[in-house]
């Protein structure tokens, strides 16, 4: 299990939380008072935090810790919030928080968005949050009504008292003043919460509250920022994704564009980015200008000769290595077992780097003011790249603030910090607030992509066709290792040191397999010429490629049915279980939903499943896929259909779960038949939507979503289904035509030269 | 100095003619629903009204758009009410939402021509617009929504100048 996640959550010990009465207003959260703006306005640790507030006129006000990408989890945190508090939902608003520490995520212990985690993580505290302020407000009403609290009731943002048929308003509670209750950690963690039967709210599609602005255009993004005195900076890349230094800068033709201030070469300490340029000016279309205008010339540095099949190649090589690597899972013996193995299959599975490509280009705004480094972006993780900005700025992390903007889509790329550091260093340079917007081609070509992979996995059988033996080596980039935070790196089975459990995680499978080995082996080349990061699903986007089609080409291999051979290996014996029957249980829901093996299919087309346990071990939901196609005599791929099943545990909006899983698959399915990225002289070839080509509408297929829920804790949603559409979807082709595919993303010509004549 | 007649008003701007009219929309004039996502025509973040058209934005420059009529995500309504903004809420599309802006545009330049269009008219006309979060079948649903309201409103109006 990967030391971030820390278990039981929520260790509350080393705040204090309070909850305190003003005229200004009701405000609780972990430590004490002031406003919102002052914390937003304020160096990070001089301001303490809050997580809601109640004004005088009953609104209630949560602050959301998480980056918010889309999966509204700044409304989701209101829900919980609401929930527990008693409050109407037409009385909640939500902020988006500082990077003040204070707003860490309560088992994390830093801000930072990802992993499907933000829901399961934070549930706890915050209904904590909400039963502490509906105690409070309780007692208060109590008091001023002189009634006992014990037969007060709340609901509807307003505390009643049913026999006496007084009521007050959480609004006219606030302005009574007359709220003191405090709440000690202990006190907190005595606090009994509702039991799922009493809920009213979780479990209940509210209309989400970010989504009207996104309507009109009112929403305001990290590009949107509009500061006075604020000039426009257009960075220039250079030809290799990393590497390369800049030689020398000619602006001679850049200084006749009107408006052009300054072309700054980022001297960049934070390894973010190499050999580049900001031309700054007094618009964007200006900025632009001046940077195509500036003459640069490159040292393009170690990784120029570079190409997707060296990455390839050098991946092959470190996996024939018997020492490359080290161990994720070392289960038995496979080397005895490969010897007693009645069938032994081997097969290599690949991907190819993808590109975020979120609709908002990167984007930074930098204003030096005072001692304070002031940074507006839409950004996953504050905590870092506060500390990113800071080291671009020459100053202490302490005295940058980050003021969180809504995420123009996020997947995992707004995790990584390389914008502000042209923003930071050309507000330096030019004394100026300034905006650093990506060029498409910017975003493109300097992604923190996913890597590139490469896996093999050997396979034994038995005389019954039982799996007895797996050794499975994923060979990648490792992207979380970059961040150089030991904390995000996990132990090696081997004790050979950590390894970045973000390239195998999922490879530690449900399936009952006595002898198991996975090996993850850094691939130093692709390292450092992609730097690469983490993409919506990470690691378990290619483990379970590789592992779900093996294990339908083992089934096929066994003479059985590869949904019935999944089902039996998820036996739930030993460390899987628990897991393993969840697993199968959403297994057998996606086969019934989608009629799997009730009929005879029209020749040519097929259906295809997979299951899979995304992201980590420890934070599974419980996903599986019917994928339905249709494959012609030139090998073209016709998804009819995907059916997804998900055991997400507890559902706290049903309909964003639903708008998740179906985003999550169309994901899947983009990855695995419409996005390539292709490295070659070091360099990401292409550049915009015309040569890197997510799904459009005309190619999105029929999605049906079930949403498994018993009650259990919330897992979650944001990427799990992702995962599972790439093995499904090569599982149905191969029941259609025949053909094995075991490279992503999947061509027609891939196809038809596999098939079966 | 090019004077733009926008949602309605005559604004005076500051560009050269080649600007791209995205840029003057968006920093000038400070109405930032009009988003940037490709700056090639490819996406359809960027898309506004001219002449009723739906164009790239970011493909237009301003001196071309000088004497025609602009109409941007703010102006397509009084109040946010327009019967497509109404159905993206009702239908609760936008997860991001960075594109919505654009996709909404997009849509209503073919409901105002063809109130009743078929699902396949419907994807061949909003094809060009990606949706990175991919909430394409909520896109459809709202656009179908939509069009069946005006059609009822439309109707009804009719009935009642007939009365």
């Known amino acids: 299990m990967n030391t971030h996640v820390k278990t039981p959550p929520t260790d509350l010990s080393r705040r204090s939380f309070l909850v305190g009465s003003a005229a200004t207003g009701l405000v609780l959260g972990y430590a004490a008072v002031p406003g919102i703006d002052q914390a937003l306005a304020a160096p990070s640790g001089f301001e303490p935090s809050v997580w809601y507030s109640i004004a005088p006129d009953g609104l209630v006000t949560v602050t959301c810790g998480k980056a918010d990408m889309g999966q509204h989890i700044a409304s989701t945190m209101a829900q919980i919030v609401a929930e527990e508090l008693g409050a109407s939902w037409k009385d909640m608003r939500v902020q988006l928080a500082s990077n003040d520490p204070k707003f860490n995520d309560p088992v994390l212990g830093a801000q930072i968005t990802g992993g499907s985690w933000s829901t399961m993580m934070n549930f706890d505290a915050m209904s904590r949050a909400g039963a502490a302020g509906r105690t409070a407000l309780t007692e208060a009403a109590a008091a001023s009504m002189g009634v006992p609290a014990g037969e007060l009731v709340v609901r509807n943002s307003t505390v009643s008292h049913p026999k006496s048929k007084k009521s007050m308003s959480f609004a006219d509670i606030v302005k009574s003043g007359k709220i003191t209750k405090t709440f000690t950690p202990d006190e907190l963690k005595a606090i009994k919460l509702k039991t799922p039967d009493q809920y009213t709210m979780v479990g209940v599609s509210v209309p989400q509250l970010d989504i009207p602005p996104k309507t009109n255009g009112a929403a305001k993004y990290g590009i949107d920022v509009m500061l006075p005195g604020m000039v426009y900076g257009k960075v220039v890349t250079p030809p290799v994704r990393f590497g390369a230094t800049v030689k020398s800068v000619d602006d001679a033709a850049a200084k006749k564009v009107p408006g052009f201030i300054k072309a700054i070469t980022l001297d960049d300490k934070t390894g973010s980015t190499s050999g580049w340029v900001v031309a700054v000016a007094n618009t964007y279309a200006n900025a632009r200008k001046a940077a195509d205008a500036l003459k640069i010339s490159y040292d393009n540095g170690p990784n120029a000769k570079l190409s997707s099949q060296s990455l390839i190649d050098e991946a092959k090589r470190l996996q024939k ?410 599982n149905a082709i191969f029941n259609a035509c025949g053909a094995r595919i075991r490279s992503l993303p999947i061509t027609a010509e891939a196809v038809k030269a596999n098939m079966k004549a | 100095m090019p004077n733009l007649n926008i949602n309605g008003r005559s604004m005076s701007v500051d560009a050269a003619n080649d600007t791209p009219l995205l840029w003057v929309i968006r920093e000038q004039l400070q109405m930032t629903g009009t988003k940037f996502g490709c700056g090639a025509g490819l996406c359809g973040a960027c898309t506004v009204h001219v002449n009723g058209e739906a164009v790239r934005s970011c493909q237009t420059q301003v001196g071309d758009a000088v004497g025609k009529k602009i109409t941007t995500i703010e102006g397509l309504s009084a109040k946010g009410d327009h019967p497509l903004q109404k159905a993206w809420i009702l239908e609760q599309v936008p997860q991001c939402g960075y594109c919505q802006s654009g996709q909404i545009m997009q849509a209503a330049s073919l409901l105002s021509k063809n109130p009743n269009p078929t699902k396949d008219e419907v994807v061949a006309h909003m094809d060009g617009n990606l949706c990175r979060c991919m909430t394409y079948s909520r896109i459809q649903k709202a656009i179908m929504r939509a069009a069946s309201e005006m059609r009822t409103a439309s109707n009804a109006g009719t009935e009642r100048r007939a009365t």
């Open chain 1, 321 to 730: 290595l018997d020492d490359s690597g080290q161990f994720f899972v070392k289960d038995g013996d496979t080397a005895a077992a490969f010897g007693t193995a009645a069938k032994v299959l081997e097969a290599e599975y690949t991907t190819s780097i993808n590109i975020h490509a979120p609709l908002e280009p990167m984007n930074a705004t930098a204003e030096f003011k005072g001692d304070i480094l002031h940074i507006y972006s839409g950004n996953q993780f504050a905590t870092r790249s506060g500390a990113i900005a800071a080291g671009a700025a020459g100053i202490d992390p302490k005295f940058v603030v980050m003021h969180q903007m809504w995420l123009g889509g996020g997947f995992g790329r707004r995790l990584d910090a390389d914008m502000m550091v042209p923003a930071v260093q050309a507000a330096k340079a030019v004394g100026k607030p300034v905006k650093v917007i990506y060029s498409r081609e910017n975003d493109m070509t300097m992604d923190y992509s996913r890597p590139l992979t490469f896996q093999k996995v050997k396979a034994g059988l038995d005389g019954d066709g039982k799996l007895i033996a797996l050794n499975h080596d994923v060979v990648s980039a490792w992207p979380t290792q970059r961040w150089g935070i030991p904390d995000f790196l996990s132990p090696s089975v081997d004790k050979k040191g950590p390894l970045d459990a973000f390239t195998v995680n999922g490879a530690d499978f449900f399936y009952s397999v006595p002898n198991h080995n996975v090996r993850a082996i850094k691939n130093e080349m692709a390292h450092n010429a992609t730097p690469s990061g983490q993409l919506r699903s990470v690691a378990p986007g290619w483990t379970f490629w590789a592992v779900e089609s093996m294990i339908d080409e083992l089934a096929h291999a066994a003479g059985q049915d590869p949904a019935q051979y999944r089902i039996a290996l998820l036996d739930g014996k030993g460390k899987n279980d628990g897991g393993a029957q969840r697993l199968r249980s959403t297994l057998l829901a996606a086969m019934g939903m989608a009629g799997y093996g009730t009929s005879k299919l029209p020749k040519g087309e097929g259906m295809g499943v997979a299951c899979v346990s995304s992201q980590e071990r420890a934070t599974a939901s419980w996903t599986a896929c019917v994928a339905h196609v249709a494959v012609s005599a030139s090998g073209e791929v016709k998804v009819k259909k995907l059916t997804v099943a998900t055991d997400v545990g507890m559902q706290v909006h049903p309909d964003n779960i639903r708008a998740q899983v179906e985003g999550a698959a169309l994901w899947g399915l983009s990855l695995a038949m419409y996005e390539k990225a292709t490295l070659k002289d070091g360099g990401i070839e292409q550049t915009n939507f015309d040569t890197y080509t997510p799904l459009r509408m005309s190619q999105t297929p029929e999605v049906a979503v079930n949403v498994i829920a018993n009650g259990d804790k919330p897992t979650g949603v944001g990427e799990p289904a992702v995962t599972v559409i790439a093995p499904a979807l090569a």
